[in-house]
């Protein structure tokens, strides 16, 4: 069975304060592994997909890498609208199996 | 990428009514999915929504309780049946683009509240 697990649940940044949140998972035949942003009563947006360890994308602040057991999401010099909910998910198949998301709060 | 609207964003119903929900996509689509996100918690899939055939449910989601439509390639619609509070979620639907990237991009969801 797949597991997407991610850490911390909760994470409270000073602007300019830069953090890694951590996604580790457990998947058979990845086919890739998506990062998203959601915002309260809204769906998630899309952010990033990654294939193989190694790789790395960058999107403004944000920086995604993947090895095989995790992905990082790395936030440079965080702003307060950075902040909200950033899930992760696997996909094996044609379905995605998500992580529990960490909630990210950045204080001016 | 995919632009993808939900229609009711929000409804609040009674103990065994049933709602519906549509999902409408700007494009031509391989896959569609229906997802639940119960309060504080990270998104679970209901099913896959095949065009021309059957929905593809998730262990736990059955068929009676969760009818699903997908009469073409751009629309979806997920019924919430006989509703218990137990139902009170935001009910997701996604439309995944076939190809290197098969990115799943999602709606802005529907909040449901059962009394």
């Known amino acids: 069975e797949d597991q997407v697990t991610q850490s911390p649940e909760a994470l409270r940044l000073q602007e300019g304060e830069s953090s890694s949140l951590n996604c580790s998972y457990t998947?058979?035949?990845?086919?890739?592994l998506f990062w998203y942003r959601q915002d309260p009563g809204k769906g998630p947006e899309f952010l990033f997909t990654l294939y193989s360890a190694g790789e790395e994308k960058e999107k403004e602040r944000l920086k995604a890498t993947l090895t095989k057991k995790e992905s990082f999401l790395h936030i440079t010099a965080p702003k307060p609208e950075d902040s909200a909910t950033y899930l992760c998910a696997v996909q094996a198949g044609n379905m995605l199996t998500f992580g529990g998301g960490t909630r990210l709060m950045v204080k001016p | 990428s995919a632009v993808i609207s939900q229609k009711p964003s929000r409804d609040i119903c009674q103990r065994g009514t049933s709602l519906t929900i549509q999902c409408q996509v700007d494009?031509?689509?391989?896959?569609m999915f229906w997802y639940r996100q119960q309060p504080g918690q990270s998104l679970t899939l209901i099913a896959t929504?095949?065009?021309?055939?059957?929905?593809?449910?998730e262990s736990g989601f059955v068929i009676d309780k969760f009818p699903i439509s997908r009469p073409n390639l751009t629309f979806s619609t997920l019924t919430v049946s006989n509703m218990s509070p137990e139902d009170s979620s935001i009910y997701l639907c996604s439309a995944g683009l076939a190809g290197p990237t098969d990115t799943q991009y999602f709606g802005p969801g529907t909040r449901l509240t059962v009394l």
């Open positions: 998947v058979s035949g990845l086919r890739g």
């Open positions: 494009s031509q689509v391989t896959m």
């Open positions: 929504a095949n065009q021309g055939s059957e929905a593809t449910y």
